[in-house]
Structure formats: C-alpha cells, structure tokens
C-alpha cells in the first residue's frame, strides 16, 4: 500500500491560466474522490469517481472546473481560466466500494493565484 | 441530507490533560461516522470510525469515540494529550445510499500547551 499519490504539492499560476493536478490512487480502490480545502475549512467535496464512471459532478464548483479518470486508474482536475478564489488546497482521496470504507487522502496540492 | 457540526473551532489543553474535541451529526439514515486528523501541509489520516458496530470506538495514537444516538454526537476523546497531538481535527459522516460521499465539519484545532 503506497498511499494515495498527487502531484504536484504546490502550483503557483498567474490568474487566467489553465492548471492540471494528477492524483494516483490506492492500486486496488476503485472509488476516487476530489475535495477543495480553503483555509480554516473541512474539507468541500468536488466530484467522485467509480472506476471510470464519474457518477457525481453537479458540486463542481464551476464549468471551469472539470475531472477525468480515463482509464479508471489515476484521475486529473483541471481549472480553466483561474481566478484569485480558485487558491485552496485540493485533496483526492481512494476508497474500495466496500460499505462505509474509509476514504484515504493524498497530500494535497496546494494551489496559488497571483 | 447528511452534516457535521463541530462545536469548538479553537481547543486549547495541557500536556497530560484529557482531550474533548465535540462532534454533532444530523443524518435522515443510520450514519457512518469517521475522524480525522490533519497536520501543517498534510492531507487527512484516518484516527477512527464508526459503521454501526460498537458504540465505543477505538483509534490510533489511543483516542476513542462514543456515537450516542440519542445525542447525535460522535465525541472525540483522549485521556492524556501529547505534544504531539497538536493539529486539526474533523468528524466526517457518511450514509448508506450516498456513494460513499463524505460530509465534512468545519474542524478543530486542538493546541497542547506544555
């Protein structure tokens, strides 16, 4: 068990650029979740995926906001257009689909707006 | 729906002093209850949780918690606090039917005063 792996840790980007975070999850976890952390936040569910299948995207915060999990392995999040609110840290984390599995998180990427 | 209010965004104690950090759920079915811990620049560590089993939950690092439905409460408790258990805290809660989706508290930040 490696751990659930994102990348990178931190991304500084100027407003109104395009940013790509990759997580890598738990090999054998076939449930792949993303979460946004601002400041003094728990942790604010984005979207999930099982396998392949992204089977809920109405929290995404934006249509600037998008994820993909292609091949049912690792899963990307992409911010279109970045604005100055976009600046949090955003978490992925695994689970197996077994009832009541905990979630297990990466690191984090820690995303900066200039 | 499914949420978690965590009384106490600041708890300050002693080193040796007991730990009680306050977790309150709402949830329309039998709740999964988990907590969390999280130190500076790291993503979330799994401490405890709660599927229906016994009431009295242990976890790592010698915390436990007590699910009290007829409080809905998920209290959080260690009987002697390190230096070491200095960072923030969150109760998450899931249920059956929600694909596993986590509901995060807003989280405490324990402080151990030696």
């Known amino acids: 068990d490696t751990g659930v792996s994102q990348d990178p840790r931190h991304k500084i980007t100027k407003r109104g650029q395009n940013v790509t975070f990759r997580c890598d999850p738990i090999?054998?976890?076939?449930?792949l979740y993303w979460y946004r952390q601002t400041l003094g936040q728990g942790p604010e569910f984005l979207t999930y995926?099982?396998?392949?299948?992204?089977?809920?995207k109405s929290r995404l915060l934006s249509d600037r906001f998008s994820a993909e999990r292609p091949k049912g392995s690792f899963s990307t999040l992409e911010i279109q257009r970045t604005e100055q609110g976009d600046s949090a840290m955003y978490l992925c984390?695994?689970?197996?689909?077994?009832?009541?599995?905990?979630?297990?998180f990466g690191d984090g990427t820690r995303l900066s707006i200039l | 729906a499914q949420s978690v209010t965590q009384l106490g965004s600041h708890v300050s104690v002693s080193e040796g002093a007991l730990v009680l950090l306050r977790c309150n759920y709402s949830?329309?079915?039998?709740?999964?209850l988990f907590w969390y811990v999280q130190y500076p620049n790291q993503g979330l560590q799994l401490l405890l949780k709660?599927?229906?089993?016994?009431?009295l939950v242990k976890g790592i690092n010698g915390f436990e918690a007590e699910f009290k439905k007829s409080e809905t409460s998920f209290h959080l408790t260690k009987p002697s606090a390190h230096m070491s258990d200095a960072a923030e805290y969150f109760c998450?809660?899931?249920?059956?039917?929600?694909?596993?989706?986590?509901?995060f508290g807003t989280g405490t930040s324990l402080t151990v005063i030696p």
């Open positions: 984390a695994s689970s197996s689909d077994r009832l009541a599995d905990p979630q297990h």
């Open positions: 090999s054998e976890h076939n449930r």
């Open positions: 995926f099982q396998n392949e299948a992204q089977l809920e």
């Open positions: 949830s329309s079915v039998p709740p999964y």
């Open positions: 709660y599927t229906s089993a016994a009431t």
């Open positions: 998450a809660v899931s249920a059956l039917g929600t694909g596993n989706q986590f509901y």
